[in-house]
């Protein structure tokens, strides 16, 4: 079992930035690609980014390439979430997961989740 906890949302304004964390306890952190989904009201989740285990390769959503980076620091159990340039179809709640398998997009492929944290982008 791995609990995961996201924290570092808030409400920015457009353009601003914020930088999520996730902290894994539970199970060795570096045995789980992680990613990011995110849900807006009334919409559907959908990926954002996500990482391998050791961190050396990454995917994002074409919506957020160039603007949000994902990392992670094994030693910490933490990955993170760098948002810059924030725009206002980013408000949503942010989840991170975890993945005994490889670096997936699918929400399906994910085997544990976090409570999510609110980001708010006010135009």
């Known amino acids: 079992q791995v609990q995961l906890v996201e924290s570092g949302g808030g409400l920015v304004q457009v353009g601003g930035s914020l930088r999520l964390s996730c902290v894994a306890s539970?199970?060795?952190?570096?045995?789980?690609?992680m990613g990011w989904f995110r849900q807006a009201p009334g919409k559907e989740r959908e990926f954002v980014s996500a990482i391998n285990r050791s961190g050396s390769g990454t995917v994002y959503a074409d919506s957020v390439k160039g603007r949000f980076t994902i990392s992670r620091d094994n030693a910490k159990n933490t990955m993170y979430l760098q948002m810059n340039s924030l725009k206002p179809e980013d408000t949503a709640v942010y989840y991170c997961a975890a993945d005994r398998g490889g670096i997936s997009r699918k929400s399906n492929d994910y085997d544990y989740w976090g409570q999510g944290t609110q980001v708010t982008v006010s135009s």
């Open positions: 539970g199970r060795t952190f570096s045995n789980y690609a």
